[in-house]
């Protein structure tokens, strides 16, 4: 049995449920409350849409995507399984049902142009396919079983760009980002490059059940990776090949980071504070860090951060839904 309440103007019920995943998206803010499910709700006004809660397969909903009309959940407790939704018209609806995936803490997904990856965890990765109606394809299972905790798909579905554990004993170091071929047949993906990145491993920004601190995002041809010594700069050349890359010190154990216009807003930690960073890309050879703020927590770990029409949300565990100015 599926649940999803519709244009109601209550609010949401998620009691003793904490903010996972925030997004903005098509004048949509969505945020995750695990147990509690998917909220959903205009970005503007506030009024609340619709709350997916987890289906009786599913134990709770922890990350997701959307790409254009379609929603993909990820639950990542107990049997993982993923789901598709569509919304039209601020209707909601399931247009695949559940199906278990590989999984395993630190889980991600990204889904972009047909093509959608579920990144393992500690597991393996992996591929479907899905058309415009949200119909999944039959995956393909592939990658390290070292592990693979997030995954980002280029804005054109054909590449991914996934956070993995290389291993003790490689000439690289253990941990890092590698950039995978995807195209637009359902085969295994190829690597296309790999980077180890210092100090990148398990942190304090560790966040559970999804998430990991080695995140990433696109700024125009140069892939940003947030971790726990800092930030990585990575420049694309041709078909997503890894050219070089610069490290930037931000200070903090990152946890999350989103671009907006020509700034980065990273959040995690300075020593045991919970800190959101601006930092200026506009000259991306010499980042600068605009702005600091401490986050008024009661000491749970950010785990996720959106950037809105004149508002940043922060997903901040027990502390809630955090809502701040954009400057």
Known sequence: MIIVLIGCTENPDVPNHTPGVVKVVNGYLMVTYGEGGLVISNEISGEFIAQIFPSREMNSIDDFDVDGDLIFLLDTRGRD?????????????????????????FNGISA??????????TTFLERFTYSSSGKLSHPITFGRDRGHPDVLLSSDGQAAFVSTDFGIGLDIDRFGVMSLFIGDNLEIPSVISELGIPESGFTTGVTTPVGFPIQTDIYGDHLLVAHGSGLTIIRLIDNYVFQSASFFNTGIDATSITIADNNAFI???????PVLIQIDLSDINNPRVLSQQPLQTDGSIPTSIAIGTNDIYIAAGSSGLLTLPLN
């Open 267 to 273: 959040i995690g930690f300075e020593e045991t504070q």
């Open 81 to 105: 399984f993923l789901a598709v939704y569509s919304i039209r018209n601020e209707k909601v609806e399931m247009v695949n049902a559940p199906i278990a995936v590989e999984g395993g803490p």
């Open 112 to 121: 972009k142009n047909g093509n959608l990856i579920v990144s393992g965890g």
